[in-house]
C-alpha cells in the first residue's frame, strides 16, 4: 500500500525535472545562437555604433604645367547621433556656443529622426577643439574632405566648383565630375562608456580616391590675360569681359579670362548665374568680326576673286525693307579694303552674291549654330536660324553680325581656322588624365576638319594685316617687329523693353592671329558695354589685344611689345578706277548682281555696325596721276612696279587700285621696296614692304 502511493510524486519530480531541463537547453541553445552565429551579433553591436558615408576624395586639377587649380583637403566636421543624446536643451546650447551658430539651427539637426545627421561641415580646427572638449554624449566630429582652390579667382569659371556633398556643379569639376569624383567612404563609430561617438575605422583613402585631371590652360598665361582684362574693364567702366587664347595648332585653350569672375573657394557666396563661364553660356552678336569669314566663304566658294574690286555706293545701299550705311563714305575697294575699313555696303553685296543657302552652310562650316563638341557643360549652341526663314533684310544683317548669336569659344575656334590653313579644330579644355594612383594618359585630340583651301586661309589672313595696318580698324593692335592679322568689330546690343538695337550699349570686339605669317597665338577679346564715348572694337579692344598677346607670346619665346600703327583717315572721295581694265562685278550663280542699286531716303529699320576707323591723322588726297598708269596684269598677277620716289598717298591710291598690300615705314617718299620691281605677286595674297624718307614734298 506504501509503495503505491510513492509512485504518483516520483512521476511528477521526473517531469519537472524534465521541464527544468529543457528550460536550460532552450536558454543554452539561444546564448550559443548569440553568440556564435555571425549576422546576430550586429543586432548588440548596432546598440553601441554605425556607419557614416562621407563624400569621396576628389582628384586634383591641375594646369599643363602641373600647377595646382583644384585639390582636396581635411576639414572637420560635427555630427550628432539623436538617439544617443542624454540632454538635447543642454546639448543643443553648448553646441551653438561652440560654434558660434544660432541655437535654432542647432534645435533643428537635433530634431532629425534617425542615428545621424551633420550639424555644422568643414568648421575651423579651434571650432572642433571646442566641441571635443566638450565631451557631449552623442556628439562627434569627423574630418571630411573638402574641395580648395590654392589660386582662388584664378581660372574660376572654367575650374569650376564642387558643393559640399563633393560633387562638381560648374566648370571641369563638373565636366570630369565621374573621373574625379571617386567613391563614398565609409566610417565606421561607435559610441564610448559615456556616450561619445568615436570613428573607428576608415576605409583606404586610395581605394576611394577618385583620378587627376591636367587641362590645357596655362596658370601663366592665364593670370597675364585676367589683369589686361581686369585693367580694360575697370578703364573703360565696362560690364564685363572676355579674353580667349587658343593655339591654332591644336584647338588647345591656353587662357580664358572673364569678368567679373567669383572666388570658388566663397561659391556659396555668390549667386548661381554669376558662377557661369560666360565664353561658353553666353552666346552675344559678334558684330564685324564677322565679315572675315564672310570673305573667307566667298574667296574659297569662286563667287568673288582676290583682285576684284566692290563699288560701295558712297555708304548707302538699299535692300528690300533696310537702307545699310557704312560709317564713312567709300566707293570702290578691293577685297582686302572691305575688310580693312570694315565696309557693311560692301560685305552685303558678297553675301548676296553667295547666296543664302551657300552663306549659312558656310557659317555652319565655321562653327557656328553648334556646339563646339569641347564637352564643357551646359555649352551654347549659339543663335543661327535656317536659311529659308531669313529675309533678304536678315541675310544682309548677318553679313555684318546682326541677327546671328555666337559665343566667344566658338568665334575663337572660328578665327583659328583661318590661322590653321583652313582646318577647324575643337576647342579642347582637358589634356590629360590620372587614375589613383597610376600614371597620366594624354587625351588625344578631336580630328582635324577642312573647311577652306590652305591658300584660301592664307590669302585672307595677309587682307586680314591690312586691318591692323595704318589704314585699318585695328591700328591699335599692332605688335612691334611682328606681323598681326585681326579684325575689329562694335555689335549693338538688343534692348529687350523696345524690341530695338540700343544707341549707347555696345560689345566691342577684336579677333587677332599672332604672329600672322606664322601663327602661334589666337586672341579674342571682348569688353561688355564700355561706357563712355569711345566704344569701338579698334579703340576700346585692340589695345588690349596686343598687351595680350604681347605678354603671352614671351612665354613661347617671341619678345615683342605693342606699337599701334600710324593711322590715316583714306580719302572723302571714292577711289578712281583702274585704267588697266573696268572693275570686275560680283557674279551670283543665277545672274550678275547690279553694281547699281535703287536707293531710299528712308531710315533704316535698326542701324548698322558702327564700326569705323580708330582716330586718325589726316592726308593730303592722292595725286591722279599716280593711279592713271597702268599696272602690267594678268588674271590675278601683277607685276610689281616702282614705287620709290612716290609719296605715301600715291603709293596707297596705286596699291588700292591693283589690290596690292602693303606695310609702310616712315614718311616722306618711297627709298626702297620688298619684293623689288618687277616681282610678280598675287593680288591680294602677298604684302610690298615699303619704307619711306624725308623726301622733296610729302603726302
Known amino acids: ?232 574693364v575697370a578703364k573703360h567702366r565696362a560690364r564685363g569681359g572676355v579674353i580667349v587664347t587658343l593655339d591654332p595648332k591644336t584647338g588647345d585653350i591656353l587662357a580664358l579670362a572673364e569678368a567679373p569672375g567669383f572666388d570658388p573657394n566663397r561659391f556659396r557666396d555668390v549667386p548661381y548665374p554669376e558662377t557661369r563661364s560666360r565664353a561658353f553660356l553666353d552666346a552675344v552678336e559678334p558684330g564685324s568680326t564677322l565679315k572675315s569669314f564672310l570673305v573667307a566663304a566667298a574667296l574659297d566658294a569662286g563667287v ?55 552663306h549659312h552652310a558656310w557659317l555652319r562650316a565655321f562653327g557656328f549654330g553648334s556646339r563646339s563638341a569641347s564637352g564643357f557643360p551646359n555649352e551654347s549652341a549659339g543663335l543661327l536660324r535656317p536659311w529659308r526663314r531669313w529675309k533678304p533684310v536678315d541675310h544682309a544683317t548677318i553679313a555684318f553680325g546682326q541677327g546671328i548669336a555666337v559665343t566667344p569659344i566658338q568665334l575663337a575656334a572660328a578665327t583659328a581656322v583661318l590661322a590653321g590653313d583652313g582646318h577647324y579644330r575643337t576647342p579642347r579644355l582637358v589634356a590629360a588624365r590620372r587614375p589613383a594612383g597610376g600614371d597620366w594618359k594624354p587625351v588625344e585630340a578631336a580630328p582635324a576638319r577642312a573647311v577652306l583651301r590652305p591658300e584660301t586661309a592664307r590669302r585672307v589672313l595677309v587682307m586680314l594685316e591690312g586691318v591692323v595696318g595704318p589704314d585699318g580698324t585695328g591700328g591699335q593692335a599692332g605688335l612691334r617687329a611682328l606681323r598681326v ?49 569711345v566704344h569701338s572694337g579698334g579703340a576700346v579692344v585692340a589695345p588690349v589685344f596686343a598687351r595680350t598677346a604681347a605678354a603671352q607670346l614671351a612665354h613661347f619665346g617671341i619678345m615683342t611689345r605693342p606699337e599701334p600703327s600710324v593711322a590715316r583717315r583714306p580719302p572723302a572721295r571714292p577711289a578712281p578706277k ?4 573696268p572693275a570686275p562685278t560680283v557674279a551670283r550663280r543665277a545672274g550678275t548682281l547690279a553694281a547699281t542699286v535703287s536707293r531710299s531716303a528712308a531710315p533704316p529699320t535698326r542701324a548698322s555696325d558702327p564700326e569705323e576707323p580708330t582716330p586718325v591723322v589726316s592726308a593730303p588726297p592722292p595725286r591722279p596721276a599716280a593711279v592713271s598708269e597702268p599696272i602690267a596684269r594678268v588674271g590675278d598677277r601683277v607685276l610689281l612696279p616702282d614705287f620709290r620716289g612716290l609719296s605715301v598717298s600715291e603709293v ?29 605677286l598675287a593680288a591680294g595674297a602677298a604684302s610690298v614692304r615699303i619704307r619711306f624718307a624725308p623726301g622733296a614734298e610729302e603726302s
Not at 314 to 324: L, Q
Not at 578 to 581: E, H, L, N, Q
Open 1 to 232: 500500500m506504501r509503495a503505491a502511493s510513492l509512485r504518483a510524486p516520483d512521476a511528477r519530480v521526473r517531469v519537472l525535472r524534465g521541464l527544468v531541463l529543457i528550460v536550460f537547453l532552450v536558454l543554452g541553445a539561444r546564448a550559443a545562437q548569440l553568440a556564435l552565429l555571425p549576422e546576430r551579433p550586429e543586432l548588440g553591436a548596432r546598440q553601441v555604433e554605425s556607419v557614416l558615408t562621407l563624400p569621396p576624395t576628389r582628384g586634383a586639377i591641375l594646369d599643363r604645367a602641373g600647377s595646382a587649380l583644384a585639390v582636396t583637403v581635411e576639414a572637420p566636421s560635427v555630427y550628432v547621433d539623436p538617439t544617443a543624446i542624454e540632454n538635447p536643451a543642454t546639448t543643443t546650447r553648448a553646441l551653438a556656443r561652440a560654434l558660434g551658430i544660432p541655437v535654432d539651427r542647432v534645435a533643428a539637426r537635433l530634431a532629425t529622426r534617425g542615428r545621424f545627421a551633420f550639424v555644422a561641415r568643414w568648421v575651423t580646427a579651434e571650432a572642433a577643439a571646442r566641441v571635443e572638449a566638450l565631451e557631449l554624449p552623442g556628439v562627434g566630429v569627423v574630418d571630411e574632405t573638402r574641395r580648395a582652390y590654392p589660386s582662388g579667382p584664378l581660372a574660376a569659371s572654367v575650374v569650376g566648383f564642387a558643393n559640399i556633398d563633393g560633387r562638381g556643379v560648374r566648370g571641369a569639376e563638373q565636366q570630369e565630375d565621374a573621373w574625379l569624383r571617386g567613391r563614398a567612404r565609409r566610417l565606421a563609430v561607435e559610441r564610448d562608456a559615456r556616450g561619445r561617438l568615436l570613428v573607428r575605422s576608415v576605409e583606404g583613402a586610395l581605394d576611394t580616391r577618385g583620378g587627376d585631371v591636367a587641362l590645357t590652360l596655362d596658370a601663366a598665361l592665364q593670370a597675364e590675360a585676367e589683369r589686361a582684362l581686369r585693367d580694360a
Open 304 to 358: 568673288i576673286h582676290s583682285d576684284d574690286s566692290l563699288d560701295c555706293e558712297n555708304g548707302r545701299y538699299r535692300v528690300p525693307g533696310k537702307t545699310i550705311r557704312d560709317t564713312h563714305k567709300h566707293g570702290l575697294l578691293s577685297l582686302a579694303g572691305v575688310l580693312r575699313v570694315s565696309s557693311n555696303v560692301c560685305s552685303v553685296k558678297i553675301a548676296q552674291a553667295l547666296g543664302a543657302e551657300e
Open 485 to 533: 592679322a585681326g579684325k575689329t568689330g562694335t555689335a549693338q546690343k538688343l534692348d529687350r523693353e523696345t524690341g530695338r538695337y540700343s544707341n549707347d550699349r555696345y560689345t566691342a570686339w577684336f579677333t587677332g592671329i599672332a604672329p600672322a605669317d606664322e601663327p602661334r597665338l589666337v586672341v579674342v577679346v571682348g569688353i561688355d558695354e564700355p561706357s563712355g564715348p
Open 578 to 581: 583702274p585704267a588697266s581694265r
Open 652 to 680: 596707297r591710291a596705286l596699291a588700292e587700285a591693283n589690290s596690292l598690300m602693303i606695310e609702310i615705314e616712315g614718311r616722306g617718299r618711297a627709298v626702297s621696296q620688298e619684293p623689288e620691281p618687277g616681282a610678280i
